[in-house]
């Protein structure tokens, strides 16, 4: 079960706002993406809106997606899991809407949508302090530029398994 965008925003009500805002930037570019893409846009906006739900705690994807998961939204759980850039030396995601919440992720700094380049660059000059964990985030930056260009080249060709009424705008962002 997909939960509805209220239900979502419940639980990200206890987040400090500036994470908030990050979680519905996320969102905005997912479901842009999404419907570009032809994947499931209620799930990615959700997974993208609960991506950072647990941004505070240590291992906050892992501990975002448990907590999904037990309140009986699995479908979430995984994409939320996988969306750190480390993930995608050593779990990367593997369904379209894995790799969609986990680009839309490194397309925000801050509540501000950027290039890739930009947030990648942020992500290695915050993170990359010793040698080790600059080249594996090095390493990573690479394996998320070939991710964009996989999702640049799909753009148009996957068909959608929702309907085109259940893809629109007014529907994600609907009370259900």
Same mark, same amino acid.
């Given at each position: 079960?997909?939960?509805?965008?209220?239900?979502?925003?419940?639980?990200?009500?206890?987040?400090?706002?500036?994470?908030?805002?990050?979680?519905?930037?996320? !969102?905005?570019?997912? /479901?842009?993406? +999404?419907?570009?893409?032809?994947?499931?846009? @209620?799930?990615? %906006?959700?997974?993208?809106? *609960?991506?950072?739900?647990?941004?505070?705690?240590?291992?906050?994807?892992?501990?975002?997606?448990?907590?999904?998961?037990?309140?009986?939204?699995?479908?979430?759980?995984?994409?939320?899991?996988?969306?750190?850039?480390?993930?995608?030396?050593?779990?990367?995601?593997?369904?379209? !809407?894995?790799?969609? /919440?986990?680009? +839309?992720?490194?397309?925000?700094?801050?509540? @501000?949508?950027? %290039?890739?380049?930009?947030? *990648?660059?942020?992500?290695?000059?915050?993170?990359?302090?010793?040698?080790?964990?600059?080249?594996?985030?090095?390493?990573?930056?690479?394996?998320?530029?070939?991710?964009?260009?996989?999702?640049?080249?799909?753009?148009?060709?996957?068909?959608?398994?929702?309907?085109?009424?259940?893809?629109?705008?007014?529907?994600?962002?609907?009370?259900?």
């Amino acid at each position: 079960m997909i939960p509805s965008r209220e239900q979502c925003l419940r639980v990200l009500d206890e987040m400090p706002e500036n994470v908030k805002q990050h979680c519905f930037a996320v !969102e905005a570019i997912a /479901v842009r993406e +999404a419907e570009r893409l032809g994947a499931d846009v @209620k799930l990615c %906006s959700r997974a993208a809106l *609960l991506h950072d739900c647990r941004r505070l705690s240590p291992e906050h994807a892992d501990v975002a997606a448990d907590l999904v998961a037990a309140k009986c939204w699995p479908e979430l759980a995984t994409a939320i899991r996988r969306h750190p850039l480390h993930c995608i030396l050593t779990d990367p995601p593997h369904t379209m !809407e894995e790799r969609i /919440v986990f680009y +839309a992720d490194k397309r925000v700094i801050g509540s @501000k949508e950027v %290039s890739l380049d930009e947030r *990648l660059s942020d992500i290695v000059e915050r993170y990359g302090k010793d040698p080790q964990s600059k080249k594996t985030l090095l390493a990573a930056a690479q394996k998320a530029r070939e991710l964009e260009e996989q999702l640049r080249a799909n753009s148009g060709s996957l068909q959608s398994r929702l309907p085109p009424q259940e893809r629109t705008k007014e529907n994600i962002h609907s009370q259900d």
